[in-house]
């Protein structure tokens, strides 16, 4: 659905989005004003697979998840995007069918702009053109990751690795994680490519260790050097091994 948002509005929420950090207001206004708003609610899909739309979005609330599903019908997540995040600049670069679908896992507003406009932003801002480099690379080092995970480590390994990973984020103490809110078994099995029960069980002896511990909704890490241990000690045959302060890349390749 679309949105009419006030100009100072958009500004506002504008300069929340990680690649904009380094605009003045007198750019983010400019966007704003090529750029449409659009309100979606969950389970609402913003752009199919190899669907031929071409435009960027930003989201500025909510949370989207981009997924991708075998011939078999499968479903596989390949990541969760909150706000602050954009996702659709491969098609807006190369120009090709879009990679996955993408659809709000929460009632969201996202802004979008053409694909020639974003190339047009890309080209007469050299801040914005850092950024989407540094985006695009951080992409490349998140999938060799991924490909090194389900290349050599087991099922349970890679639920851990995934564990980490979502705790990375939202650290919110010296040592200490809450994810909040806590994902789905099932999604958290579409996310390393198992089945629901294999993550109970995993999840049930991470829980018995001490290793997590369920709040409500939530997945507490009281310890999180122990989980880099863990992931650790399962990634070290194959040579690459976290550092303490290891943090990652929180975005995905999404089309």
């Known amino acids: 659905m679309n949105s009419r948002i006030s100009t100072e509005r958009s500004i506002a929420m504008l300069s929340t989005i990680k690649e904009f950090h380094a605009l003045s207001d007198a750019d983010l206004e400019a966007i704003a004003q090529i750029g449409s708003w659009h309100r979606y609610e969950v389970g609402e899909e913003v752009v199919r697979y190899r669907d031929k739309s ?38 807006a670069i190369d120009g090709e069918p879009r990679s996955a679908t993408v659809v709000a896992k929460s009632r969201s507003l996202l802004m979008s702009i053409s694909s020639s406009d974003f190339h047009s ?63 789905t078994h099932a999604d958290i099995a579409n996310l390393v490519s198992t089945h629901r029960e294999a993550v109970t069980r ?31 000690a399962a990634r070290d045959s194959g040579s690459q091994v976290l550092p303490a302060t290891y943090v990652g890349c929180s975005s995905c390749r999404v089309p």
């Not at 960027?56 to 390949?78: A, N, W």
């Open 54 to 91: 071409n435009s960027v979005f930003f989201i500025v609330q909510g949370e989207m998840r981009v997924t991708y599903y075998s011939l078999s019908g499968h479903e596989v997540i390949l990541c969760g995007l909150p706000a602050g995040e954009m996702f659709g600049e491969l098609t």
């Open 121 to 183: 932003l890309i080209l007469s801002n050299q801040s914005v053109a850092l950024a989407i480099f540094n985006r695009l690379t951080c992409q490349v080092r998140r999938l060799t990751e991924r490909i090194f995970e389900f290349s050599t480590l087991a099922v349970r390994n890679r639920i851990h690795a995934e564990l980490l990973r979502l705790a990375r984020r939202q650290i919110i103490a010296s040592n200490i994680a809450t994810i909040s809110p806590a994902p």
């Open 202 to 232: 995993e999840l049930n002896e991470l829980h018995r260790n001490r290793l997590i511990i369920r709040i409500g909704n939530n997945l507490h890490i009281p310890d999180l050097s122990k989980l880099i241990d863990l992931v650790n």
